[in-house]
């Protein structure tokens, strides 16, 4: 029984041995976009380790295509985090001074010097933002001239990288895809319970 269904058994300790030593590698889409999730040293990190696997990293065509196709809206998304961040913190600030300014005949605080600290305070956090808006993968515009990421990713997987479906073959791998979507969605998603309750009356 375990020779007719291998793939649903637990590799034994030689062939988890096996994989480890020989196995390949193959990278997904999800995998190169978190690089632009990464700082910098995780970043490094990560790639290093992807380097020291060599020739058993591999990367599908697909897997790349999306990369390409998805980086830009990555870096967005991080850039309107860093921008949504900058506006809470200025509102924020906004708001404690406004709160500070309502204080009036207090026997220990001082107004006047609870602002200042409050302003210095906010400063501070706001240079250190916009420190932070400097780095190139943070900014759709500078990653149009420079693009660490990307130079590392073309780098790490030159001469890696599978070849691309016909177009007939891609023809039908989409077909498929929207097929499945679309028969997910008349199935109310739970495709696996319809089924269950389908053949719940043949299995009593």
């Known amino acids: ?23 390949l590698v193959a990278l997904d889409t999800n995998v190169l976009l978190d690089l632009y999730r990464m700082n910098t040293d995780a970043r490094e990190d990560v790639l290093g380790l992807f380097g020291q696997l060599g020739d058993r990293l591999w990367v599908p065509h697909q897997a790349a295509l999306e990369f390409h196709q998805n980086r830009f809206t990555v870096i967005h998304d991080q850039e309107q985090v860093l921008k949504k961040l900058q506006k809470d913190v200025a509102d924020s600030g906004d708001d404690l001074m406004r709160i500070v300014g309502n204080v009036r005949n207090h026997p220990i605080i001082d107004r006047k010097a609870l602002e200042s600290v409050i302003r210095e305070a906010f400063a501070e956090v706001r240079s250190y933002l916009e420190g932070l808006g400097q780095e190139p993968i943070l900014s759709i515009k500078t990653a149009m001239d420079s693009d660490p990421v990307l130079d590392a990713v073309t780098t790490l997987l030159a001469d890696k990288t599978g070849p691309a479906y016909p177009p007939e073959e891609m023809a039908r791998v989409e077909q498929g895809q929207a097929t499945s979507r679309l028969r997910g969605r008349e199935e109310g998603g739970q495709p696996g319970r319809r089924r269950l309750r389908a053949l719940a009356p043949a299995a009593r």
């Open 1 to 23: 029984m375990r020779e007719q269904f291998a793939a649903y058994y637990p590799p034994d300790p030689e062939r988890r041995r096996e994989f480890v030593i020989a196995g």
